[in-house]
């Protein structure tokens, strides 16, 4: 089975530029998350997706920060303009009900932007 | 509102030492708790995971307890190796108000371990 895809790995960017990351969930993964992970911190949530409607976007900052998903699959999360502390590792992750009730999720290997 | 504490690192053994990273968590409900470990430029990896109260989770000489009356989930290893220096991230998954499921990370704590 193949895992979380995202592009690219790493991105450098000047402050005010806009970028954008991309992510593949795992097929038939109905959840997929956004994770901003600053060095030194845990994953901090920023949207959460179930199919192709938001269900938590409480932590996006919505005046720079913006994402969808299209038809329930892909996810693209854009920054516009960025700025220095938008420097992190964006983490995208999907997650599928278990048999046991709980949800697990499965991660890509990230995206890390640097805004100079 | 859910959270995740741990304990702050770095935690540095030498090869074979004896590991625990302690992980405390409060919740409204009656959550999921998982282990992630996340190597240098990778994303994060499920190491183990507990879902109701007494289960013990195991991964790789990895364990943990799910432990209500102390809301603990330590990670332990009796035997560590140069291999097991990563990050690791206490978490737990929780029904929220809203009906959909909410997963929240502790810290992380960095584990190194010496030849």
């Known amino acids: 089975e193949a895992g979380v895809a995202q592009s690219p790995r790493y991105k450098i960017i000047e402050k005010r530029q806009s970028v954008a990351f991309w992510c593949n969930p795992i097929s038939g993964h109905a959840t997929l998350y956004w994770y901003q992970q600053i060095l030194g911190q845990g994953p901090k949530l920023l949207i959460q997706f179930q199919n192709n409607g938001v269900v938590d976007d409480s932590q996006l900052p919505k005046d720079r920060f913006s994402a969808e998903r299209l038809k329930g699959v892909d996810s693209t999360l854009k920054i516009q303009p960025a700025k220095l502390e938008d420097s992190a590792v964006y983490l995208c992750a999907s997650s599928l009900r278990t048999g046991q009730g709980y949800y697990e999720q499965y991660f890509g290997p990230g995206t890390r932007l640097t805004v100079t | 509102g859910d959270s995740v504490t741990q304990m702050e690192g770095p935690v540095t053994l030498s090869e074979e030492a004896f590991l625990t990273i302690n992980c405390t968590y409060t919740?409204?409900?009656?959550?999921?708790l998982f282990w992630y470990v996340q190597y240098p430029g990778e994303g994060l990896q499920l190491l183990l995971k507990a879902t109701k109260a007494d289960d013990k989770g195991s991964n790789k000489g990895f364990e943990a307890t799910y432990r209500k009356e102390t809301t603990s989930f330590h990670l332990e290893k009796g035997s560590v190796q140069v291999s097991d220096s990563a990050v690791y991230f206490c978490a737990l998954s929780d029904l929220s108000s809203g009906g959909y499921q909410k997963v929240t990370f502790g810290t992380g704590t960095k584990l190194q371990v010496i030849p």
């Open positions: 919740a409204t409900g009656y959550p999921s």
